[in-house]
């Protein structure tokens, strides 16, 4: 195996890609299984976890890795793509032993930051060194880093207790909500909870939206009620409704009476409709604008960063109020059209409202009906009297057609090579 010289630190290679022998890419490296041992013997790294087409995580044995060049990571090209499983006797060297607590030889106290694994002249690969920061004895001040061999420092192999999720969530910083999802979702419990503490409200919210029911609920039920409360207000009010709604009524109101009165509104009324209709997989912010607003107000709105590519599709045109329930509903614009125009042009010139948009108790199938018939990604929800409630996207329906758990469904396949 060829090999960039010395030691290679796990925080310089997670997320690398990892291509097949004719160059293809089959994955990205998303954390390092090893073996830790009894005594001081080094952990044997027992191979990668590769994330693959569909988030799937599958185990690639370290033996058929045939490169670690810096920038890339080269495989045999035979590739098991049944889902990773961790074993008892196996370790995440990424999300378990990063921020653990540990004991220098001279009994002072330091946090692991970073791992390096290292071969042996039977070319077997070993974690050899540990980079740890020491606790400092002065408040806010970072203590000295020190790079030591493993030998040089105790409790790695122990049951680690309050072990934090810093130097773990920097190394996850530019993950996309969905695969820090898929991360949290494949960690152990007691793991999984340090990592929330350490999420910022927003980043946890996101983080939220892409996780089963099941575990949602079990994060929120490790936060502090005024936290969670924090957290459902950076949510989607489609995705906060849709988490309150399993949890019991009386901590949902708890939760709801701790909101901000507007964010808590918008919860409520999602509350009161059923599961599978329009109105119980629409969000009450969409992208609103008066008549009179230019194309370029329209551009600059759905640039913003906080509207996903099928809410930021269109804008809704409306009287004021340009709030859900707004003012008489005027029709949709969308965003090719706002291209085509000069930026000076009003949007009230450039609406379409020729079809028989969702009311709230449109079906699930009817609505999956319109955005197909219409080649559209959103659709306008409107009341009996013309006004906008809110809208339904894509993604919400596909949320609801796909079967139960789907976020946690894999098909076992065999192994299989990618190339003859």
Known sequence: MSTSPGRIFLSRIIGQEVFDPAGDQVGKLRDVVVSLRTGRQRPRVLGLVVEVLGRRRVFLPIGRITSLDSGQIITTGVLNVRRFEKRSSETLAIHELFDRSVMLSDARRGTVYDLAMEQDPRRDWFVGSVAVQEVSKRFGRRGPR?????????????????????????????????????????????????????????????????????????VLGVLDPERAA??????????????????????SEQLLALMEPEDAEDVRRLLTYEDRTAGGMMTTDPVILPADATVAEALARIREQEYPPALAAMVYVCRPPVETPTGRFLGIVHFQALLREPPSTQVGHLTLNDID?????????????????????????????????????????????????????DTDRTEVSEHA
């Open 146 to 218: 020190h790079v030591l061999q493993w030998d040089e420092v105790t409790g790695l192999t122990g049951e680690e207790t309050g072990q934090g999720a810093t130097h773990l969530l920097a190394i996850m910083d530019e993950m996309r909500p969905a695969d820090l999802a898929n991360a949290v979702l494949d960690l152990p419990a007691k793991r999984r909870t340090e990592v929330v503490g350490e999420l910022g409200d927003e980043r946890l919210a996101d983080v939220l939206e892409e996780l089963p029911d099941t575990v949602q609920v079990e």
């Open 230 to 251: 924090d957290v459902l207000e950076e949510m989607d009010p489609d995705d906060a409704a849709d988490l309150l709604g399993e949890l019991p009524p009386a901590t």
């Open 357 to 409: 948009w969702p009311r709230p108790d449109t079906t699930l199938e009817q609505v999956s009906s319109l955005l197909a018939s219409y080649d559209m990604v959103a659709l306008p929800v409107v009341d009996e009297n013309a006004h906008l409630v809110g809208a339904v996207t894509i993604d919400d329906v596909l949320d609801h057609l796909l079967p139960e758990g789907w976020r946690e469904r």
